[in-house]
């Protein structure tokens, strides 16, 4: 019968109740004999959780791409560039998490089955095909030598730093000529026991591109803490000039730079030094004493004071075997890429030498082809351009990410804006795309979102469901695909309901959320500095209702308005906007203060910009209005300030009341992040936990899409807007990127008047 076939998934046979308590490595090989040169080679594969494809010691790829319980993606490789005539091994090294989401990586879903898939053929130049597929021919082995460790006791998102050792039973595992007879084979699962409708069974194509890699060497020395060595020995051997000896029964420390934030994989090959330990901390920068805040972050001031700072991050243990030789040396390589700007290498030998033979990286992330290029008056902006375009690459791997180094989990409100910069800058959509997916997957019962997701755990924060729909909307601005706005409109309803769901009798959106950990759901806003004691929640919710809530849903109800026209649905697009307005009202009458600005909530005398900025943005306040109570909190900073999170809405509000002149004060945020030597922006002037966050990389957008004002002005660029916002600049000039071709403009400010050229693609209405 069908169902009892092999399903082409393998497992260890030996796999047993310890190994499901805590991340295992599992290995797999197959040999191959080819009589005649390849010709063909395709392999399909997948596992759970993530796979490292190795042909002839040859690092290939890593996947799938993550999926959830619905959907599991697999890979389609051309391995024939890796294969030659005669033995061949392929070579597959599996992580596998628990499935319980916190003993593992909670970005990363795993199923009850865990696996191996492995489906194509090899052909060669005699005609002979030679079949891949995962069974019994496999072999395995568990991979002793590798324990995985959480990076803090109360939050540990990753958990992908490492307890490693050398293991004389697996050295050379990826080669021909090693030996895998003592191996077990590898047990099948009948396609009974995978499910095709479910994970993993239910495979689907990837859909993005893979991460790019890219051979790096470590800048330099940043300081020696202790050693026998000097800067010079030790730079040299970080340039591959020379290897680097440490005596027996010695100690060493040394600070590596990598000279910017980074995302890649660290490499380092050893001879001798049986026993000796090797500590490898990653971390964002130095930090000085002292922390701020409820969460205890970390003091920082200049990036890279290693006088007065010392180095804080997470770290891999490595426990040397001695094995090898200069042929083959013993290599640590971590599973999983790390993050880093900053290296500190603590080595303890033991009773004999070590030789570090060499140390490198490999970067990696998602392939983002920049080709929008902006210049300004203001100098100070390439440098912000800089560090925005850094900071956006290190924060896209198999999604989008809040950060690279603490969690890398995909945040709707993140996520929304880092959308928008990469279709500023790339007119690539294909990241964004399963983004959406990923996000419409995750929706609940009762219409919200999962705030981030693939996201194991449950984690809600009402007001990001919006941001889901902002980001449907600035798809089909861009690109005009009426189909994919139909797949997601569904889901928009439901979170819309929600929210009507939740109104008061008076109309505005009732108590929903909370102080993170406190309540069901967390009505995080923003990091602003007064709003540290409540997890980023204005502190008016710790008693009622919140107005930027209102706000929100307004926004949603106005943009899926418009989203339902493009779909020919006027009746409903009409609904929706009389739903709005309905709540404008009560939001007008309900949480007016006795100054005229909108309170943080309704009847509380407590202000801040974001209620003035959404305000603008939703016309519930009218221009004039809405006008002067935003230079109200620009001119008295005693009201709650935007921080780097929301500058892209508060540009927005600027930009549409004439203010925009002021946006270089708010640029000042970057220009001292540049001064301190951050290489990425920052998570929060106030919270700046993480160095990498690209919600701040707004320079992105606002520099070709409002200075040079290069703007689709109808769904799918079927009608280009180039309308600059000068500001405070005097000129501008660039070339952006879009759907439709490239765009050049420049202007300059000459007496009084801004003069434009431009010139645009064949065929594409222009319009001011």
Same mark, same amino acid.
């Given at each position: 019968?069908?169902?009892?076939?092999?399903?082409?998934?393998?497992?260890?046979?030996?796999?047993?109740?310890?190994?499901?308590?805590?991340?295992?490595?599992?290995?797999?090989?197959k040999?191959?004999?080819l009589?005649?040169?390849?010709?063909?080679?395709?392999?399909?594969?997948?596992?759970?959780?993530?796979?490292?494809?190795?042909?002839n010691?040859?690092?290939?790829?890593?996947?799938?791409?993550?999926?959830?319980?619905?959907?599991?993606f697999?890979?389609?490789?051309?391995?024939?560039?890796?294969?030659?005539?005669?033995?061949?091994?392929?070579?597959v090294?599996?992580?596998? &998490?628990?499935?319980?989401?916190?003993?593992?990586?909670?970005?990363m879903?795993?199923?009850?089955?865990?696996g191996?898939?492995?489906?194509?053929?090899?052909?060669?130049a005699?005609?002979?095909?030679?079949?891949?597929?995962?069974?019994?021919?496999?072999k395995?082995?568990?991979?002793?030598?590798?324990?995985?460790?959480r990076?803090?006791?109360?939050?540990?998102?990753?958990m992908?730093?490492?307890?490693?050792?050398?293991?004389?039973?697996?050295?050379?595992?990826?080669?021909?000529?090693?030996?895998?007879?003592?191996?077990?084979?590898?047990r099948?699962?009948?396609?009974?026991?995978?499910?095709?409708?479910?994970?993993p069974?239910?495979?689907?194509?990837?859909?993005?591109?893979?991460?790019?890699?890219?051979?790096?060497?470590f800048?330099?020395?940043?300081?020696?803490?202790?050693?026998?060595?000097?800067?010079?020995?030790?730079?040299?051997?970080?340039?591959?000039?020379?290897?680097?000896?440490?005596?027996?029964?010695?100690?060493?420390?040394?600070?590596?730079? #990598?000279?910017?934030?980074?995302?890649?994989y660290?490499?380092?090959?050893?001879?001798?030094?049986?026993?000796?330990m090797?500590?490898?901390?990653?971390?964002?920068?130095?930090?000085?004493?002292?922390?701020?805040?409820?969460?205890?972050?970390?003091?920082?001031?200049?990036?890279?004071d290693?006088?007065?700072?010392?180095?804080?991050?997470?770290?891999?243990?490595?426990?040397?075997?001695?094995?090898?030789?200069?042929?083959?040396?013993?290599?640590?390589?971590? @599973?999983?890429?790390?993050?880093?700007?900053?290296?500190?290498?603590?080595?303890?030998?033991?009773?004999?030498?070590?030789?570090?033979?060499?140390?490198? &990286?490999?970067?990696t992330?998602?392939p983002?082809?920049?080709?929008?290029?902006?210049?300004t008056?203001?100098?100070?902006?390439?440098?912000?351009?800089?560090?925005?375009?850094?900071?956006?690459?290190?924060?896209?791997h198999?999604?989008?990410?809040?950060?690279?180094?603490?969690?890398?989990?995909?945040?709707?409100?993140?996520?929304?804006?880092?959308?928008? @910069?990469?279709?500023?800058?790339?007119?690539?959509?294909?990241? #964004?795309?399963?983004?959406?997916?990923?996000?419409?997957?995750?929706?609940?019962?009762?219409?919200?979102?999962?705030?981030?997701?693939?996201?194991?755990?449950?984690?809600i924060?009402?007001?990001?469901?919006?941001?889901?729909?902002?980001?449907?909307?600035?798809?089909?601005?861009?690109?005009?695909?009426k189909?994919?706005?139909?797949?997601?409109?569904?889901?928009?309803?439901?979170i819309?309901?929600?929210?009507?769901?939740h109104?008061?009798?008076?109309?505005?959106?009732?108590?929903?959320?909370?102080?993170?950990?406190?309540?069901?759901?967390?009505?995080f806003?923003?990091w602003?500095?007064?709003?540290?004691?409540?997890?980023?929640?204005?502190? #008016?919710?710790?008693?009622?209702?919140l107005?930027?809530?209102?706000?929100?849903?307004?926004?949603?109800?106005?943009?899926?308005?418009?989203?339902?026209?493009?779909?020919?649905?006027?009746?409903?697009?009409?609904?929706l906007?009389?739903?709005?307005?309905?709540?404008?009202?009560?939001?007008?009458?309900?949480?007016?203060?006795?100054?005229?600005?909108?309170?943080?909530?309704?009847?509380?005398e407590?202000?801040?910009q974001?209620?003035?900025?959404?305000?603008?943005?939703?016309?519930?306040?009218?221009?004039?209005?809405?006008?002067?109570?935003?230079?109200?909190?620009?001119?008295?900073?005693?009201y709650?300030?935007?921080?780097?999170?929301?500058?892209?809405y508060?540009?927005?509000?600027?930009?549409?009341?004439?203010?925009?002149?002021?946006?270089?004060?708010?640029?000042?945020?970057?220009?001292?992040?540049?001064a301190?030597?951050?290489?990425?922006?920052?998570?929060?002037?106030?919270?700046?936990?993480?160095?990498?966050?690209?919600?701040?990389a707004?320079a992105?957008?606002?520099?070709?899409?409002?200075?040079?004002?290069?703007?689709?002005?109808?769904?799918? @660029?079927?009608?280009?807007?180039?309308?600059?916002?000068?500001? &405070?600049?005097?000129?501008?000039?660039?070339?952006v990127?879009?759907?439709?071709?490239d765009?050049?403009?420049?202007?300059?400010?000459?007496?009084?008047?801004?003069?434009?050229?431009?010139?645009?693609?064949q065929?594409?209405?222009?319009?001011?």
């Amino acid at each position: 019968m069908e169902y009892l076939k092999d399903s082409n998934w393998v497992w260890s046979p030996s796999w047993n109740a310890e190994d499901k308590e805590g991340p295992r490595i599992v290995l797999f090989r197959k040999t191959i004999k080819l009589e005649a040169e390849p010709i063909q080679g395709t392999i399909q594969i997948s596992a759970d959780t993530k796979y490292k494809l190795y042909i002839n010691d040859k690092f290939v790829e890593i996947g799938p791409s993550r999926g959830d319980k619905q959907i599991w993606f697999y890979d389609s490789i051309s391995v024939l560039p890796w294969l030659k005539e005669g033995v061949n091994t392929i070579a597959v090294k599996v992580l596998r &998490y628990p499935e319980e989401p916190d003993k593992g990586n909670h970005g990363m879903f795993r199923t009850s089955v865990p696996g191996l898939y492995v489906s194509g053929s090899i052909q060669d130049a005699q005609g002979k095909k030679y079949d891949l597929s995962a069974d019994a021919s496999w072999k395995c082995k568990k991979e002793e030598g590798i324990t995985f460790v959480r990076e803090e006791e109360r939050f540990a998102p990753l958990m992908i730093h490492e307890k490693a050792q050398g293991n004389a039973e697996t050295f050379g595992w990826k080669r021909e000529s090693y030996d895998d007879r003592r191996w077990e084979s590898a047990r099948p699962y009948m396609k009974m026991q995978i499910h095709g409708a479910v994970s993993p069974g239910n495979l689907c194509p990837r859909t993005i591109p893979f991460m790019y890699r890219k051979k790096r060497l470590f800048e330099g020395v940043m300081d020696i803490k202790e050693s026998v060595h000097t800067d010079r020995e030790w730079n040299d051997f970080l340039q591959g000039r020379s290897s680097i000896t440490i005596p027996a029964k010695s100690e060493e420390i040394i600070e590596i730079d #990598a000279g910017e934030e980074m995302t890649g994989y660290p490499r380092t090959s050893f001879l001798g030094g049986h026993g000796s330990m090797v500590h490898f901390l990653y971390s964002e920068a130095y930090v000085q004493e002292g922390v701020i805040g409820p969460e205890k972050i970390p003091v920082k001031t200049d990036r890279t004071d290693k006088i007065h700072g010392h180095l804080q991050g997470y770290e891999d243990i490595y426990r040397v075997h001695g094995l090898g030789d200069n042929a083959l040396p013993e290599v640590y390589e971590p @599973y999983w890429f790390r993050t880093f700007r900053f290296v500190r290498l603590h080595i303890i030998t033991g009773e004999e030498p070590l030789t570090l033979c060499a140390m490198n &990286y490999e970067e990696t992330g998602y392939p983002l082809q920049v080709e929008t290029m902006v210049e300004t008056s203001d100098e100070s902006l390439k440098k912000i351009w800089e560090i925005s375009e850094r900071t956006l690459r290190r924060c896209m791997h198999e999604s989008y990410e809040d950060c690279p180094f603490y969690e890398q989990l995909q945040y709707i409100m993140d996520a929304r804006t880092q959308i928008l @910069y990469t279709y500023s800058v790339s007119a690539d959509d294909r990241l #964004a795309r399963k983004c959406m997916d990923d996000l419409r997957r995750s929706q609940r019962y009762d219409g919200l979102l999962n705030c981030s997701y693939p996201n194991c755990n449950p984690n809600i924060i009402p007001g990001f469901s919006i941001y889901y729909i902002l980001m449907v909307y600035d798809h089909m601005m861009y690109f005009g695909d009426k189909k994919l706005v139909q797949e997601h409109m569904p889901a928009i309803e439901q979170i819309l309901n929600f929210f009507e769901a939740h109104l008061t009798p008076e109309h505005y959106v009732g108590k929903i959320g909370g102080v993170n950990m406190e309540a069901p759901f967390w009505s995080f806003i923003d990091w602003a500095d007064h709003w540290q004691d409540t997890s980023g929640m204005p502190t #008016a919710g710790r008693t009622g209702a919140l107005t930027m809530e209102s706000l929100l849903y307004i926004y949603g109800l106005q943009y899926a308005s418009r989203l339902a026209l493009f779909l020919n649905r006027k009746e409903d697009s009409d609904m929706l906007l009389e739903r709005a307005k309905r709540v404008q009202a009560a939001v007008r009458a309900c949480c007016t203060g006795r100054n005229g600005m909108l309170q943080d909530g309704p009847g509380i005398e407590e202000y801040s910009q974001h209620c003035q900025v959404f305000a603008i943005l939703t016309d519930t306040a009218d221009i004039e209005t809405g006008r002067q109570n935003l230079l109200k909190t620009i001119r008295h900073k005693e009201y709650t300030q935007c921080t780097v999170a929301m500058r892209f809405y508060l540009f927005r509000a600027l930009e549409k009341t004439g203010l925009y002149q002021y946006t270089n004060q708010y640029w000042e945020a970057w220009r001292k992040m540049i001064a301190n030597h951050c290489t990425t922006c920052v998570e929060s002037e106030a919270y700046a936990r993480s160095e990498c966050h690209a919600w701040g990389a707004l320079a992105l957008y606002e520099l070709p899409g409002t200075v040079l004002g290069v703007r689709p002005a109808e769904p799918g @660029y079927r009608k280009i807007q180039i309308a600059p916002v000068s500001g &405070y600049l005097t000129s501008a000039a660039g070339r952006v990127k879009t759907p439709v071709g490239d765009v050049w403009v420049s202007w300059k400010i000459e007496d009084g008047k801004c003069r434009v050229d431009y010139k645009a693609p064949q065929g594409i209405e222009v319009v001011g």
